[in-house]
């Protein structure tokens, strides 16, 4: 475990010279909630009650922690960031020990693959999004803590006394994972693979009425969501309402979702430095007859099937269990619910199973030895030393918005986002500092791309409405805010902005309208002139 902690350290290493990026403003700097001046319960409870997201509170705990400790400096959050990176790989290392150890004292070959394939997990370049990007740590606490819960749970099964101090163990764990985020609601089902593809390994699946009663239950859960999905009740209403805040349909989502996750397992496959990024091209697929569908599609399907196929044969159900780990960890990511189409870090929590097929893989080869053992260790570590590679390149590149941007739109050329943070970096609005009359070029050109690749896309009108605001080019920044609050009234900035301009211009009437709208979107001014 100390190796593994110390490997990991290295390939990390310079992670406390990166910065706040993107979403970490609304969650943490820009959310007094979190700004604790003092440890009291009172202070937790408020950052508690204070997420920016209601449903994520244990992160936002260790968020007001960090700010304690560190007055805002983002070294202290992206240290506490790969510690529990690491805490996340100890856990991984535990649950596969166990698995492996199969209810014996570990072997040196069961110690030995749970370690390598630990390491494996914890240095793929695909995991530094959810470790070098502070709000991803949302992302960490949730893979903890259901990695945590399904060990718990396991070693209660197995445990000779104490068993329900272990399953108490795990219900805590899930519940902290649950509120950490939402993808660790699936940790239930996990459980229920845990109990009958691994305690049951060797032995009869389906016992007696009660066992399949196991069976029945989520089956009546997906069924009652199949409903509340069709008839548009509550859940779905809750769920599927950030629809109308994306650039794509339910539909192109779940067409073009398969292709994603192979994207994914390609670059963990493969993971060269210039393959990550926090913006990529993925064309979105909006026909079922189009091989960009169904042929990933098949191959995920393969996939489970395989998965099924070894739960229901007695000896190889543990392999069967980390094969469908992978997609049923990507259910709730990676299917209805409005979140971005592409983003690295959901794969955090559905590598574990591939690990657990490393470390099954690599215990075999230990177990026969001959010529399998050293053609195993030889790929094992070629694979692991070229993603230890990757992610130490990978890491400077969180150094500064400018750097992550621009690499951003290397990979994402056609990404609109990617352009207009770009053009945010080179301002360096967010830090106050002194812009140059290059920096302010290079921020236009990037708008203007913004601009140009979606004309519905309000952000970066206002930004560069803003920016020849500052720069005393005030017919150019009304004619850019003007056309901001046109493609999306509830532009905060730019309706605040604009009533300056209409004040200065005389037009005093439509910059008290301009305000009055400034402030019932929540822009931090004077809201009684």
């Avoid at 004292?105 to 999004?129: D, E, F, K, N, T």
């Avoid at 990695?147 to 108490?168: D, E, F, N, Q």
């Avoid at 794509?248 to 398969?258: A, D, G």
């Avoid at 994207?263 to 493969?270: D, G």
């Amino acid at each position: 475990m100390l190796a593994l902690a110390l490997l990991v350290s290295l390939a990390y290493q310079g992670i406390e010279r990166n910065s706040f990026h993107f979403d970490d403003w609304p969650n943490i700097l820009d959310n007094a909630a979190l700004h604790m001046a003092h440890v009291s319960v009172g202070a937790l409870v408020d950052a508690a009650r204070g997420a920016f997201l209601p449903l994520r509170p244990i992160p936002s705990i260790t968020f007001a922690i960090d700010w304690w400790r560190g007055s805002g400096d983002p070294a202290t959050f992206l240290i506490t960031n790969l510690v529990f990176h690491i805490l996340t790989a100890w856990a991984v290392f535990a649950l596969l020990l166990h698995i492996l150890a199969k209810n014996t004292p570990p072997a040196a070959p069961a110690v030995i693959a749970s370690g390598a394939a630990a390491l494996w997990w914890a240095v793929q370049p695909i995991h530094v999004q959810a470790v070098s990007y502070v709000v991803q740590r949302m992302t960490e606490m949730a893979a903890l803590f259901a990695v945590l819960s399904v060990w718990a749970y396991l070693k209660g099964r197995t445990a000779s006394r104490a068993r329900w101090s272990w399953w108490a163990l795990s219900a805590v764990s899930f519940a902290l994972a649950a509120l950490s985020k939402e993808n660790a609601w699936i940790t239930p089902v996990l459980l229920l693979m845990a109990e009958l593809l691994v305690a049951r390994n060797d032995a009869k699946l389906i016992r007696n009425r009660r066992d399949a009663l196991l069976l029945v239950i989520p089956a009546c859960a997906a069924i009652a969501l199949l409903a509340d999905l069709a008839f548009r009740g509550p859940v779905s209403q809750w769920a599927l309402s950030g629809y109308a805040m994306r650039g794509f349909t339910m539909t192109e989502r779940l067409l073009t979702q398969p292709k994603v996750v192979l994207f994914h397992l390609s670059q963990i496959a493969w993971p060269l430095p210039q393959r990550f990024s926090l913006e990529h091209d993925i064309d979105v697929v909006r026909s079922a007859a189009s091989p960009d569908f169904w042929a990933p599609l098949a191959a995920i399907l393969a996939w489970c099937a395989a998965g099924v196929a070894l739960a229901a044969r007695q000896g190889s159900r543990i392999a069967g269990f980390f094969v469908l780990w992978l997609p049923v960890t990507l259910l709730i990511e990676s299917s209805l619910v409005p979140l971005e189409m592409v983003f690295e870090h959901r794969m955090y929590l559905p590598a574990v199973g591939l690990a657990g097929l490393v470390a099954l893989a690599f215990r075999r080869a230990i177990r026969h030895g001959g010529k399998a053992l050293p053609t195993a260790t030889l790929v094992f570590a070629a694979a692991t030393t070229l993603a230890w590679w990757a992610t130490s390149e990978q890491v400077p590149q969180w150094r500064s918005e400018a750097s992550l941007y621009e690499r951003a739109v290397q990979r994402a050329p056609r990404s609109a986002r990617a352009w207009n943070q770009l053009g945010i970096a080179n301002l360096a609005q967010r830090r106050g500092e002194t812009v140059s009359r290059d920096h302010y070029l290079r921020a236009l050109e990037a708008f203007d791309r913004a601009i140009a690749l979606d004309a519905q896309y309000a952000a970066p009108l206002t930004n560069r409405g803003v920016a020849r605001y500052v720069q005393g080019d005030t017919l150019g920044a009304q004619s850019d805010l003007e056309k901001a609050i046109a493609v999306s009234p509830r532009e905060a900035a730019a309706q605040h902005y604009l009533g300056e301009i209409y004040q200065q211009a005389g037009r005093f009437d439509e910059a008290q309208i301009a305000r009055r709208r400034a402030c019932a979107l929540g822009v931090s001014i004077d809201c009684g002139r």
